[in-house]
């Protein structure tokens, strides 16, 4: 069993940064693959970004690649996502996902558990 807690999140203006964290409380945590997904007002919750449990594998959306950042500490059961140069676009609900196992996937139905969401609002 994973419950994971997500932080970080807030307004802020096009062009600024925000980095999110992911708590993560179980065992299974460092043999998790670990994701980040967003959901906008209105449209699907989509696939952001994912890390496998050692850290040195990482998959982004085209959408974000080379804005974000995602990243993991196994001693301390966190996972992050440093997001640069934010977009009025990347305005949504972003939730932290583990997915038990070691191969990195971009669907939602593929992860076990779920945080409950931290807003980001980029404003223009």
């Known amino acids: 069993q994973v419950q994971l807690v997500e932080s970080g999140g807030g307004l802020v203006q096009a062009g600024d940064s925000l980095r999110l964290s992911c708590a993560a409380s179980g065992r299974t945590f460092s043999m998790s693959v670990m994701g980040w997904f967003r959901q906008a007002p209105g449209k699907e919750r989509e696939f952001v970004a994912a890390?496998?449990?050692?850290?040195?594998?990482?998959y982004y959306a085209d959408s974000v690649k080379g804005r974000f950042t995602i990243s993991r500490d196994n001693a301390k059961n966190t996972v992050y996502l440093r997001m640069n140069s934010l977009e009025p676009e990347d305005t949504a609900v972003y939730y932290c996902?583990?997915?038990?196992?070691?191969?990195?996937?971009?669907?939602?139905?593929?992860?076990?558990?779920w945080g409950q969401g931290t807003q980001v609002t980029v404003s223009s």
């Open positions: 890390v496998g449990s050692s850290g040195r594998r990482t």
């Open positions: 996902a583990a997915k038990v196992g070691d191969v990195i996937t971009t669907t939602r139905g593929d992860y076990h558990y």
